[in-house]
Every structure is written in structure tokens, then in C-alpha cells.
């Protein structure tokens, strides 16, 4: 079975960075698209960030564009989420998330694959 679980979730001050990092194990050689999802207190989950299996597509939500750096590693069957300058409204839950796509979904429904969540906030 395929699994993903992430790590890198924290308590920062605004301006500072954080590193998520996503793990996925039970897996083959599956060409794997993967992103983030975030869940901030009280709101709607949100897309983040996706990339897909070659790197060559890639989204970001408008709110953290110039902010975040989505990057993947197939070797290692890992993705990272590098999130600098961060923002008290950055502060929630956030998803890993994969699936056998062939393009950077930035639908929650395109992915059949999450992880349990790593929380992160930010003080101002």
C-alpha cells in the first residue's frame, strides 16, 4: 500500500522559514505527482503547491507564489515544500499529498493519496 507521511511542521515567528518534507513509502516506480494542501482553523482546505512526475509542471496557489518552492526527489520517493517569508495566515495544517497523474493537479480530488498532516504556525 502506498503511504505518505510528513515531517518539518513547527512553531515559527513571522518572516522565518520552515522545511516540510514528504516521505512516500509501499510504492514502485509509479510516475507520482505530488503537492501540498493546507487547512487553516476554521477554513477550507486550500491548494499549495503541485509538481508532477518530470518537474516540468508545476502550480502554486496566488496567496504564497515568490514564497514556497515545491521540489521532488524520485529517487528518493520524497517531496519538499520550502516555505520562506512565512505569514500568520500561512499558519494551518499542512497535506501531503500523491497520485499517478501526468500533470500538477491543483484539485483536492485528483489526489487518491494523503498523508496525516504536519502542523505548522506562525506568530507575528
Known amino acids: 500500500q502506498v503511504q505518505l507521511v510528513e515531517s518539518g511542521g513547527g512553531l515559527v515567528q513571522a518572516g522565518d522559514s520552515l522545511r516540510l518534507s514528504c516521505v512516500v513509502s509501499?510504492?514502485?516506480?509509479?510516475?507520482?505527482?505530488m503537492g501540498w494542501f493546507r487547512q487553516a482553523p476554521g477554513k477550507e482546505r486550500e491548494f499549495v503547491a503541485a509538481?508532477?512526475?518530470?518537474?516540468?509542471?508545476?502550480n502554486y496557489a496566488d496567496p504564497v507564489k515568490g514564497r514556497f518552492t515545491i521540489s521532488k526527489d524520485n529517487a528518493k520517493n520524497a517531496a519538499t515544500l520550502q516555505m520562506n517569508g512565512l505569514k500568520p495566515e500561512d499558519t494551518a495544517v499542512y497535506f501531503c499529498?500523491?497520485?499517478?497523474?501526468?500533470?500538477?493537479?491543483?484539485?483536492?480530488?485528483?489526489?487518491?493519496?494523503w498523508g496525516q498532516g504536519t502542523q505548522v504556525t506562525v506568530s507575528s
Open positions: 499529498v500523491a497520485d499517478r497523474l501526468g500533470y500538477a493537479s491543483t484539485r483536492t480530488g485528483s489526489y487518491n493519496f
Open positions: 509501499g510504492r514502485t516506480s509509479s510516475p507520482y505527482a
Open positions: 509538481i508532477n512526475w518530470s518537474g516540468d509542471s508545476i
